[in-house]
């Protein structure tokens, strides 16, 4: 579930657009690597071209003393590349429409030889949401451009009038200016009524109070806010949310996030009553059972494996749930949903919990001033046992979240506290992998696999397990060999990633075609046969060579035990040199023993941090690291 943004400008003046240039590469959760960087010099990127600018970004917003407000927005923006074209040829304006109502009041499309080409009424269609398969009163206008080219422009004025605060009394709204596309001018207006008690934020961008304008409401407080950037710069690996470093303007009239929690609170918590339903499911679960947190591990299991995740936006459900019963009853819901049935099944049986406010994406920091921003998922926090549960993460079992929980900042609504969920750590978020292979005389491989993933890679390891169930089984198997470039046949036995009751894991049987000549003399490379192909993803990512932004990491730790058993008559001659290496936080051994024909390989590799950011020259230790892994893969057993 994604809360609603107050001002529904979040990541830039134009959010809808941005996302469509800002995918960013994700590498896998066990070896991503940051780099807190600022800023560098406008040479560094001088052949990025970003597929469009922002020419004109201009709000004026009118704030009322119930914490509603109107705004006129105007947009222009110039296509500079061909991947502009689909861009920036439909633009999006979203808004709830039981809360606001918008209009575009203008748009059209400028030629490159300065034609005007206006968009007509039937051009601007009304939508549900964003097309997924929502219950929602979220709504969206859909502006089409028409002749929409490299070097045209398009143009749009729309105004926004939310007339039902999220909070009642309570106004907050925000802008972050991404660093992806040029922004020629930015420029926001606010105006507020003397009464209204209004805390702001700005960061890289110019402006503070300034002078009424004639017309103002005696005693009203006015803010005027610029921003411009010349040069744009690349997505990064990694790289954080632009919450965690962006210029940006933000108001909010919650004097802090102690304020806002109780905001949310108070309307959230009369939807966890304890119903005569609800609380004789929570009895019937937890018959027989004393120890508390067994209690709680029976009612979130339920809860996890029974209520379909739905993201369910009607009025101000953007913020608040629906009533528990009423989600018991249609067995499905949103995140806030999740959390409010789990709260009354805990509560029904003596149990405190609170929600969470988190966020889900990659922000690692809470701004200043009190917003929505960057809170967009809601889980459940038990203070009794300082624990964190994601209910709408059907395969994370208690104890663990999924990677895009850990290591963010919370907002506890019970108390208004700030905590925090757990860092990743490699003491508890590791894959172990035991392999036994078997290389016959023509130089096929048989042999066996068993994975023992936990924290973060029991989460995703259980998903990919659910998804691969209604697949063809060898189709599943030539993607893993071909990480390794290996081919073969194969299978996985049999697992059911919905049963938390049994300890997780993975076990595989398979046979590769001829990996070496045989008979030798020759020499071959350790097969990696139907297992991860972990090594072989770390050897070949390369980091960029100049960060620009701040990025997120984790810690983990992979290790892997291998017996390789040669036929009868083949004598080796040599085999790999063990390896031992630290590089910053990276930690890689492989040892290599001959008993009699059977090689035995023991390699571990861990990533040792205790928080989810780290220093400028983790790009460096990376890549040191990842020279020792390939020369280590590199090694081969050489036999006659």
């Given at each position: 579930?994604?809360?609603?943004?107050?001002?529904?400008?979040?990541?830039?003046?134009?959010?809808?657009?941005?996302?469509?240039?800002?995918?960013?590469?994700?590498?896998?959760?066990?070896?991503?690597?940051?780099?807190?960087?600022?800023?560098?010099?406008?040479?560094?990127?001088?052949?990025?071209?970003?597929?469009?600018?922002?020419?004109?970004?201009?709000?004026?917003?009118?704030?009322?003393?119930?914490?509603?407000?109107?705004?006129?927005?105007?947009?222009?923006?110039?296509?500079?590349?061909?991947?502009?074209?689909?861009?920036?040829?439909?633009?999006?304006?979203?808004?709830?429409?039981?809360?606001?109502?918008?209009?575009?009041?203008?748009?059209?499309?400028?030629?490159?030889?300065?034609?005007?080409?206006?968009?007509?009424?039937?051009?601007?269609?009304?939508?549900?949401?964003?097309?997924?398969?929502?219950?929602?009163?979220?709504?969206?206008?859909?502006?089409?451009?028409?002749?929409?080219?490299?070097?045209?422009?398009?143009?749009?004025?729309?105004?926004?009038?939310?007339?039902?605060?999220?909070?009642?009394?309570?106004?907050?709204?925000?802008?972050?200016?991404?660093?992806?596309?040029?922004?020629?001018?930015?420029?926001?207006?606010?105006?507020?009524?003397?009464?209204?008690?209004?805390?702001?934020?700005?960061?890289?961008?110019?402006?503070?109070?300034?002078?009424?304008?004639?017309?103002?409401?005696?005693?009203?407080?006015?803010?005027?806010?610029?921003?411009?950037?010349?040069?744009?710069?690349?997505?990064?690996?990694?790289?954080?949310?632009?919450?965690?470093?962006?210029?940006?303007?933000?108001?909010?009239?919650?004097?802090?996030?102690?304020?806002?929690?109780?905001?949310?609170?108070?309307?959230?918590?009369?939807?966890?009553?304890?119903?005569?339903?609800?609380?004789?499911?929570?009895?019937?679960?937890?018959?027989?059972?004393?120890?508390?947190?067994?209690?709680?591990?029976?009612?979130?299991?339920?809860?996890?494996?029974?209520?379909?995740?739905?993201?369910?936006?009607?009025?101000?459900?953007?913020?608040?749930?629906?009533?528990?019963?009423?989600?018991?009853?249609?067995?499905?819901?949103?995140?806030?949903?999740?959390?409010?049935?789990?709260?009354?099944?805990?509560?029904?049986?003596?149990?405190?919990?609170?929600?969470?406010?988190?966020?889900?994406?990659?922000?690692?920091?809470?701004?200043?001033?009190?917003?929505?921003?960057?809170?967009?998922?809601?889980?459940?926090?038990?203070?009794?046992?300082?624990?964190?549960?994601?209910?709408?993460?059907?395969?994370?079992?208690?104890?663990?979240?999924?990677?895009?929980?850990?290591?963010?900042?919370?907002?506890?609504?019970?108390?208004?506290?700030?905590?925090q969920t757990p860092v990743t750590s490699w003491k508890k978020d590791y894959l172990r992998l035991a392999i036994r292979m078997k290389l016959n005389k023509d130089g096929s491989v048989v042999g066996k696999s068993t994975w023992t993933p936990r924290g973060i890679n029991e989460v995703s390891s259980r998903g990919r397990q659910f998804g691969y169930k209604n697949r063809e089984k060898q189709e599943i198997v030539n993607e893993f060999l071909e990480g390794s470039q290996e081919i073969g046949t194969g299978e996985f036995l049999d697992s059911d990633p919905s049963d938390f009751e049994?300890?997780?894991?993975?076990?595989?049987?398979?046979?590769?075609?001829?990996?070496?000549?045989?008979?030798?003399?020759?020499?071959?490379?350790?097969?990696?046969?139907?297992?991860?192909?972990?090594?072989?993803?770390?050897?070949?990512?390369?980091?960029?060579?100049?960060?620009?932004?701040?990025?997120?990491?984790?810690?983990?730790?992979?290790?892997?035990?291998?017996?390789?058993?040669?036929?009868?008559?083949?004598?080796?001659?040599?085999?790999?040199?063990?390896?031992?290496?630290?590089?910053?936080?990276?930690?890689?051994?492989?040892?290599?023993?001959?008993?009699?024909?059977?090689?035995?390989?023991?390699?571990?590799?861990?990533?040792?941090?205790?928080?989810?950011?780290?220093?400028?020259?983790?790009?460096?230790?990376?890549?040191?690291?990842?020279?020792?892994?390939?020369?280590?893969?590199?090694?081969?057993?050489?036999?006659?």
């Open positions: 579930m994604k809360f609603p943004s107050q001002s529904k400008n979040y990541l830039s003046a134009h959010t809808q657009e941005t996302k469509l240039f800002v995918g960013m590469l994700k590498f896998s959760i066990l070896t991503t690597t940051i780099v807190a960087a600022t800023f560098l010099g406008s040479t560094a990127f001088a052949q990025y071209k970003s597929a469009y600018t922002t020419v004109k970004s201009v709000d004026l917003v009118e704030v009322r003393a119930n914490g509603g407000y109107s705004q006129i927005m105007e947009r222009l923006y110039s296509v500079d590349t061909k991947q502009g074209i689909s861009g920036m040829g439909e633009l999006r304006i979203d808004f709830n429409e039981k809360l606001e109502d918008v209009e575009v009041l203008e748009a059209y499309t400028l030629l490159p030889d300065g034609a005007r080409m206006d968009v007509t009424a039937d051009k601007i269609k009304r939508q549900d949401g964003d097309g997924r398969e929502e219950y929602s009163d979220g709504k969206v206008w859909v502006i089409i451009f028409p002749k929409v080219d490299v070097g045209s422009k398009v143009y749009y004025r729309a105004r926004r009038v939310q007339h039902t605060p999220y909070f009642p009394g309570h106004f907050f709204w925000y802008e972050y200016y991404t660093p992806h596309a040029p922004t020629e001018h930015a420029e926001i207006q606010l105006v507020h009524p003397a009464e209204v008690k209004m805390v702001f934020d700005a960061n890289q961008v110019q402006g503070g109070i300034v002078e009424n304008l004639q017309g103002d409401a005696p005693g009203s407080v006015r803010y005027r806010f610029s921003y411009k950037q010349a040069t744009a710069y690349p997505t990064e690996s990694s790289q954080a949310d632009l919450s965690d470093y962006a210029p940006h303007v933000a108001f909010t009239t919650f004097a802090n996030y102690a304020e806002f929690g109780k905001a949310y609170q108070a309307r959230a918590k009369p939807m966890a009553e304890v119903t005569p339903a609800i609380a004789a499911l929570a009895k019937e679960l937890t018959a027989g059972v004393t120890d508390e947190r067994a209690k709680v591990r029976k009612l979130y299991n339920w809860v996890s494996q029974n209520i379909r995740y739905v993201a369910v936006y009607v009025a101000e459900g953007g913020f608040v749930p629906h009533h528990a019963q009423s989600t018991l009853d249609n067995r499905y819901g949103d995140c806030k949903d999740h959390v409010t049935l789990l709260e009354a099944l805990l509560s029904a049986v003596g149990i405190e919990s609170t929600t969470a406010l988190v966020n889900s994406g990659d922000a690692l920091r809470i701004p200043k001033v009190a917003t929505s921003t960057p809170f967009n998922h809601a889980i459940t926090y038990i203070p009794k046992f300082d624990l964190y549960l994601d209910s709408t993460s059907r395969f994370s079992p208690m104890g663990t979240l999924p990677y895009s929980d850990a290591g963010k900042p919370t907002l506890l609504t019970a108390s208004g506290a700030i905590g049994t300890p997780w894991k993975i076990e595989s049987t398979f046979k590769l075609d001829s990996v070496v000549n045989m008979p030798g003399p020759n020499a071959m490379t350790i097969p990696y046969g139907l297992t991860p192909t972990l090594w072989r993803r770390l050897a070949s990512y390369k980091p960029p060579e100049n960060r620009q932004f701040p990025a997120r990491c984790s810690s983990t730790a992979y290790s892997e035990s291998i017996t390789l058993t040669l036929p009868k008559g083949v004598t080796v001659q040599r085999i790999p040199r063990n390896v031992n290496s630290q590089n910053g936080a990276y930690f890689y051994s492989a040892s290599y023993q001959l008993k009699g024909q059977n090689l035995q390989v023991q390699r571990s590799y861990a990533t040792k941090r205790d928080t989810s950011f780290c220093p400028a020259h983790d790009d460096k230790d990376f890549s040191a690291f990842r020279a020792v892994l390939r020369r280590d893969l590199k090694e081969q057993i050489f036999f006659k």
